[in-house]
């Protein structure tokens, strides 16, 4: 019976994982058949890891946005509960009927204005972010995870006679020769 080999294989952290191929399939007459045989390169909770950063970089492409909107309700609510009272509060402060007058209203409308297009330029960037990290386990998930190494056959009586008849041409022609082409 065959007996399994082992093979070195060096996983992407390098750290040689010491592999048991599974037993090839032996004929008399045949000897053993080459094949290919694969073997995973990752145990299966980094294949479960490698599944999961595959779905999470899918779902991120395809919406990069999520996660966005606890920030711009943070930064909402702290426009309208701290930065308009303050306003409010120093026109109060600056005279009677100036907190109800139009230049009140232009700061604000200013400041609102001014904090619309800092959001939106952040979630482009937020958004562009994890585009990237997508993109990076997408790349991390979709490596191989698997090796495969070629087997040559070998051995059984069909071989054995190939290479006799191999080295019976062989000498037949170098006989040949020699009565052609006497030295």
């Given amino acids: 019976m ?14 040689a994982n010491q592999l048991k191929l599974p037993d090839q399939q032996y004929s008399k ?17 980094q294949r479960d890891i490698l599944k999961y950063l595959g779905e999470s970089g899918l779902n991120q492409l395809q919406n990069p946005n999520q996660g966005f909107e606890p920030i711009k309700q943070d930064a909402l609510s702290t426009f309208f509960q701290q930065i308009v009272p303050q306003l409010q509060e120093q026109f109060s402060a600056s005279g009677s009927n ?8 232009s700061q604000l409308s200013s400041a609102g204005s001014t904090l619309a297009e800092k959001l939106a330029a952040f979630q482009a960037h937020f958004g562009q972010q994890n585009q990237q990290n997508a993109l990076q386990q997408l790349q991390l998930s979709l490596n191989p ?3 495969f190494i070629h087997r040559q056959g070998g051995g059984g009586l069909w071989n054995n006679l190939g290479d006799l008849a191999k080295a ?3 000498g037949a022609a170098r006989l040949g020769s020699s009565f052609l082409f006497p030295s």
Wanted: aromatic share 8%; proline share 7%.
């Fill in 29 to 45: 007459l045949s000897g053993y058949s080459p094949d290919v045989v694969g073997i995973n390169r990752f145990e299966p909770w």
């Fill in 145 to 147: 995870q698997s090796d």
């Fill in 98 to 105: 100036s907190a109800s007058s139009g230049t009140i209203k």
């Fill in 2 to 15: 065959a007996s399994n080999k082992g093979v070195q294989l060096s996983q992407p952290n390098g750290v």
């Fill in 168 to 170: 019976g041409v062989y």
